[in-house]
T-cell receptor, first 115, second 111 residues
Framework: QKEVEQNSGPLSVPEGAIASLNCTYS??????FFWYRQYSGKSPELIMF????GDKEDGRFTAQLNKASQYVSLLIRDSQPSDSATYLC???????????????FGKGTHLIIQP | DAGVIQSPRHEVTEMGQEVTLRCKPI?????LFWYRQTMMRGLELLIY????????DSGMPEDRFSAKMPNASFSTLKIQPSEPRDSAVYFC?????????FGSGTRLTVV
């Protein structure tokens, strides 16, 4: 059973600073990872997908994958109060990198951006 | 695009009653997933369908749970009989190429 682990937080970051969220995974064969954001009382929404080792940038968000150390990170630059949410890390359950067989989710890290 | 549509948004029912949750996936998405979310266990995959065919239902907790997808635009998750421990938010998600789009969820409370 693939496992994805996250620190539940809360992680408190001042507005304008960089928020760093981390995720570790158990299956060395995992090829890709997803970051979802979930506001309180809302559904998860996909914000980043990373497949290769290294960094992937999209606006203020950067996902980092280190397969040797089996961890995935999400950096949020210039943090805004609207970034306050729970961030979920997920990995495909099967061998499909795109999650065709389902995704296994971490329990999420609660991020608070302090104005 | 209306996104993934779930109904009802909230459901309160008494223990022992039958509950049916409904989902309409995004048109053209050929995979549909049912998840359950609780504080203790997080998001758990219950069952998924590819092209309307159930592929893996190993996450369904008990025989009290069943799911169907009679066509590409509709799926149901049924709990019969319901129990208080079934209280959770149930999400439906559909997928085209990668990642999922989640519906707004159904918050189920069994009293």
């Amino acid at each position: 059973q693939k496992e994805v682990e996250q620190n539940s937080g809360p992680l408190s970051v001042p507005e304008g600073a960089i928020a760093s969220l981390n995720c570790t995974y158990s299956d060395r064969g995992s090829q890709s990872f997803f970051w979802y954001r979930q506001y309180s009382g809302k559904s998860p929404e996909l914000i980043m997908f990373i497949y290769s080792n290294g960094d992937k940038e999209d606006g203020r968000f950067t996902a980092q994958l280190n397969k040797a150390s089996q961890y995935v990170s999400l950096l949020i630059r210039d943090s805004q109060p609207s970034d306050s949410a729970t961030y979920l890390c997920a990995a495909p359950i099967g061998s499909s990198g795109g999650g065709a067989d389902g995704l296994t989710f971490g329990k999420g890290t609660h991020l608070i951006i302090q104005p | 695009d209306a996104g993934v549509i779930q109904s009802p948004r909230h459901e309160v029912t008494e223990m022992g009653q039958e509950v049916t949750l409904r989902c309409k996936p995004i048109s053209g998405h050929n995979s549909l997933f049912w998840y359950r979310q609780t504080m203790m266990r997080g998001l758990e995959l219950l069952i998924y369908f590819n092209n309307n065919v159930p592929i893996d239902d190993s996450g369904m907790p008990e025989d009290r749970f069943s799911a169907k997808m009679p066509n590409a635009s509709f799926s149901t998750l049924k709990i019969q009989p319901s129990e208080p421990r079934d209280s959770a938010v149930y999400f439906c998600a559909s997928r085209a190429n990668y990642g999922y789009t989640f519906g707004s969820g159904t918050r189920l409370t069994v009293v």
